[in-house]
Nanobody, 132 residues
Framework: QVQLVESGGGWVQAGGALRLSCAASGRSVSSYAMGWFRQAPGKQRELGAAISRSGDSTDYADAVKGRVTISRDNGKSTVSLPMNSLKPEDTAVYYC?????????????????????????WGQGTQVTVSS
């Protein structure tokens, strides 16, 4: 099994920065591609970023592109998401997710975007609140 624990959420004013982290435990963590989702109250869950198993490929939603960076350290079994230039519309619960790659066809981002059922493990989420 794989257990995911997010941290780093909190309160920040618009324009500020936060660094989210997802700590993974379990065997063969490097066998899973990872993604960050977020869900705001009254809104649909949306995919923000994805990273391949080795970390050699990343992709982002247009809403966050240029303001976040997803990276992973398989030696430490962590996935990081530093975020800057935060906006009130970034307020949401952020979830870390892991997939073995079901439905993969060349892009983990597109796989997670179109097939959320491919996700094998979810974290509990961390709240990010951006005030105006």
């Amino acid at each position: 099994q794989v257990q995911l624990v997010e941290s780093g959420g909190g309160w920040v004013q618009a324009g500020g920065a936060l660094r989210l982290s997802c700590a993974a435990s379990g065997r063969s963590v490097s066998s899973y591609a990872m993604g960050w989702f977020r869900q705001a109250p009254g809104k649909q869950r949306e995919l923000g970023a994805a990273i391949s198993r080795s970390g050699d490929s990343t992709d982002y939603a247009d809403a966050v592109k240029g303001r976040v960076t997803i990276s992973r350290d398989n030696g430490k079994s962590t996935v990081s998401l530093p975020m800057n230039s935060l906006k009130p519309e970034d307020t949401a619960v952020y979830y870390c997710a892991a997939t073995r790659g079901a439905y993969y066809s060349g892009s983990y981002y597109r796989t997670l975007l179109t097939h959320p059922s491919a996700i094998d493990y979810w974290g509990q989420g961390t709240q990010v609140t951006v005030s105006s």
